[in-house]
């Protein structure tokens, strides 16, 4: 399997990187275009790829192109390289908020996947949910997968409206939990401790706390309870969490970013 990317940000990265460490492709197999000069002398220098300024010459060397560009950009690009696509190539598209629809209209090609990542697929701890179109075969499926599978987890929607809930779940998560473990760490500040300190105990905290969540077979409102002791430290910080509101907010939020992706894709 021969991949190319259209795109060589830190998301494109994040994918070339990941598919050679494990081994999915050799560095041979692996080409890429980027509109900058600096960015593709940078990729080829740390990952020995193939690079190129022209998306038309980078599209027909890979079985699998991934579509790694800015919203902004993708008109343009579609333009340029539109009608290149031959079967049995597979497009994937981690192309914030725009639609199958749009995408095959726009690349005059059927065979089409669309994903929404996250961030942590950069260290391999991502969590990607995808669809494709029905011209998509099995064997590109498998294609697909084996990608995403390299990037951390990955779950298959046949209904394209699942990705705009995905993207206000698992596409915006990090960022909420970066916010909580900001605002966690400013507390612990304010108690006291040193910035360096609050940042290592949160960091583990969190850390610490999904892998168990992982590990465990509980409901996590199972794991709160079993953590809150009856008139106990936690028992106190949650009431004054709920008094203001923290789970209503968090729902509010989710739904916000939803709302957000269903008008970005329309």
């Known amino acids: 399997m021969k991949i190319s990317f259209i795109g060589g940000g830190n998301m494109g990265e994040a994918f070339l990187s990941r598919v050679l460490a494990q081994g999915l492709v050799s560095r041979e197999e692996v080409a890429v275009s980027d509109i900058s000069e600096m960015r593709r002398e940078y990729l080829s220098r740390k990952y020995g790829i193939s690079v190129a300024g022209d998306n038309r010459e980078v599209v027909g060397r890979g079985d699998v192109v991934v579509l790694a560009i800015k919203p902004q950009q993708l008109t343009e690009v579609m333009a340029e390289i539109s009608g290149a696509f031959k079967a049995p190539q597979l497009v994937l598209s981690i192309v914030a908020g725009v639609r199958l629809g749009s995408l095959h209209s726009g690349l005059g090609y059927r065979q089409v996947v669309r994903v929404m990542p996250n961030t942590p697929a950069q260290i391999g701890e991502g969590m990607s949910v995808w669809t494709a179109t029905s011209e998509v075969t099995e064997e590109q499926r498998k294609w697909a997968g084996d990608i995403l599978g390299a990037m951390g987890r990955e779950i298959y929607v046949e209904d394209e409206k699942y990705l705009d809930m995905a993207t206000a779940v698992s596409g915006s998560g990090p960022a909420y939990v970066f916010l909580f473990a900001e605002a966690l760490a ?16 949160v960091q583990q905290t969190i850390l610490g706390s999904a892998r168990f969540m992982a590990h465990s077979d509980r409901l996590p409102v ?21 008094e203001g509101r923290f789970t209503e907010l968090i729902k509010e939020a989710v739904t916000a970013a939803y709302h957000r992706a269903k008008e970005l894709g329309s």
């Open 186 to 201: 400013s507390a612990a500040v304010e108690v006291g401790l040193s910035y360096d300190v609050a940042r290592e105990m």
């Open 222 to 242: 199972e794991l709160r309870r079993q953590v809150t002791s009856p008139g106990g430290t936690t028992e106190a910080a949650l009431a004054r969490l709920q």
